[in-house]
């Protein structure tokens, strides 16, 4: 039997989904708390303006009100901006970012192994699809991580590639010059201005009124919303069904082994 016969019939025996298996495990370990972490404030993010509106009073918030210039700032709006930069900036500045933008790097290494791992095989990969209710609890965990990988794999992918491009805009902006040249004649229509400028739109799923033809600020701008809010979450569920597997496979048998 050839290599891509035993990966299409048997993938569990190829040598390199055994390498990359230990990639994905050991550096979703080393970066779950920050995934964790980035995730759950990615999710509270999406409503951001509604929760700056909801933490500022009516009196402050409207013009004219009469309220004085140096009025203390509201405790939600000060833990929305705390918010939003530990989320940007790790609430170390430019620092921040930039490990955000590794943090983003290593997101679409565990997307990309974990999807080349997940095969299971030609005659198994629509069990690989659903979750079993009727099975042990260690099994539930597992069929959880794998099927929530596969729905969610276009997301995680977006996330990564979206966070990259906001932590280090740079590169992007740099390949862009390469592949088409600023001119006077396509200065402002350029393809890659288009592209960059989705990128940091598509992090955060706010796209009401972006010039999507029927998507405005209503119905299809909260639905938007609500979905990136929930798929944001996806990283965060990973992390603790992958946290538990591990601690499955490796500190139980380390331990029912005897080893300190």
């Known amino acids: ?91 170390a500045g430019s620092t921040g970012r930039k490990v955000n933008a590794a943090g983003a790097l290593l997101l679409l290494l565990l997307v990309k192994t974990g999807a080349v791992i997940w095969w299971p095989g030609v005659g198994a990969w629509r069990g690989a699809l659903i979750v079993r209710r009727r099975v042990g609890w260690r099994r539930l965990v597992w069929e959880l991580h794998r099927a929530m990988g596969f729905w969610t794999f276009g997301f995680l992918l977006l996330f990564g590639l979206t966070g990259l491009y906001l932590g280090l805009p740079e590169p992007f902006h740099d390949l862009g010059d390469y592949l088409e040249p600023l001119t006077p004649e396509n200065a402002g229509v350029r393809v890659v201005d288009r592209i960059t400028y989705w990128l940091a739109y598509l992090h955060f799923g706010r796209l009401g009124g972006r010039g999507i033809p029927g998507c405005g600020r209503g119905f299809c701008d909260s639905t938007t919303k609500f979905i990136w809010a929930v798929f944001g979450l996806a990283p965060a569920v990973m992390f603790v069904t992958g946290a538990v597997m591990w601690w499955n496979r490796v500190i139980r048998r380390e331990r029912a082994a005897g080893r300190p």
Request: hydrophobic content about 50%; cysteine-free; charged content about 15%.
């Open 1 to 91: 039997m050839t290599v891509w016969q035993r990966w299409l019939r048997q993938p569990q025996r190829v040598w390199l989904r055994k390498a990359l298996f230990q990639v994905h495990l050991w550096s979703g370990i080393g970066v779950g708390l920050y995934i964790l972490m980035i995730s759950l404030t990615g999710s509270l993010l999406v409503y951001r303006n509604e929760l700056y509106r909801a933490a500022t009073p009516v009196a402050t918030a409207s013009a004219g009100s009469g309220a004085p210039a140096d009025a203390p700032v509201p405790r939600g709006i000060r833990a929305m901006t705390i918010l939003l930069d530990v989320h940007d900036n790790l609430l």
